[in-house]
């Protein structure tokens, strides 16, 4: 049966890659995927063959990565940090019912949450909420609510997709939201092109936070209550008692 693994690579850098992924990635004779992750791991298996699509084609990008496995090549569908957040592997398991000949398989990754964690320090060392500020394919209330609701359980919150050209205020509006709940001096963190060229991290309060321009590469940590700066460090303490 021809095979169709979905891996996430992880962050950027190969050493962030598990095992698994590279032994996939190794072994297989196809890597399909978005252009900026295939151009971050075209050098370490330069005798695959690639195939990317832009951004926007993701039906015809897992199309396509059916297609390579039906004619008989084992075949990695690739996404950065895990494939099952914000990623691919939804779609391809969707898509998949239509191509009962091909197995899919699907392979974790470190995804830019825990990733851009360890940059910091210890941020979500306790319950956290992950939530996505991209509207394409969530209504805005929905997200807005998911972040009221998060803040107001003080979770610690990590926000993926925080800007684009065309949303380029709604970490702004988020911060507002948050506000309602959160002290304008919760401890808040971002980390840009974690694993990758220009890896830079800040930590700063949750005012600040809210006037800060960010790009699409850039995860953000927005502490609980109790999250802390430590020596540099961004550290959401666990509880335990006599530190
Ligand atoms: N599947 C990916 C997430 C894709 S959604 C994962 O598990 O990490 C895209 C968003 O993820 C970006 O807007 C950013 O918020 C975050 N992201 C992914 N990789 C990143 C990286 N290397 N550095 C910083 N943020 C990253």
Known sequence: M?????VGIGPGEYEQMTMEAYNVLKNC???IGYTVYVDLVRDHFPEKEFLTTPMTKEVERCELAFEKALQGNTTAMICSGDAGVYGMSGLILEIGQKYQQVEVVVVSGVTAAISGASVLGAPLIHDFAVISLSDLLTPMEKIEKRLECAAMADFVICLYNPS???RHDYLKKACD????YASKDTVCGYVKNIGRAGEESTILTLEELKECEVDMFTTIFIGNSQTKEMNGKMVTPRGYKNV
């Not at 939201?177 to 309602?180: A, E, M, N, S």
């Open 2 to 6: 021809s095979k169709l693994y979905v």
């Open 29 to 31: 004779d196809v890597i």
């Open 164 to 166: 684009s050209k065309k």
């Open 177 to 180: 939201i948050i506000l309602r």
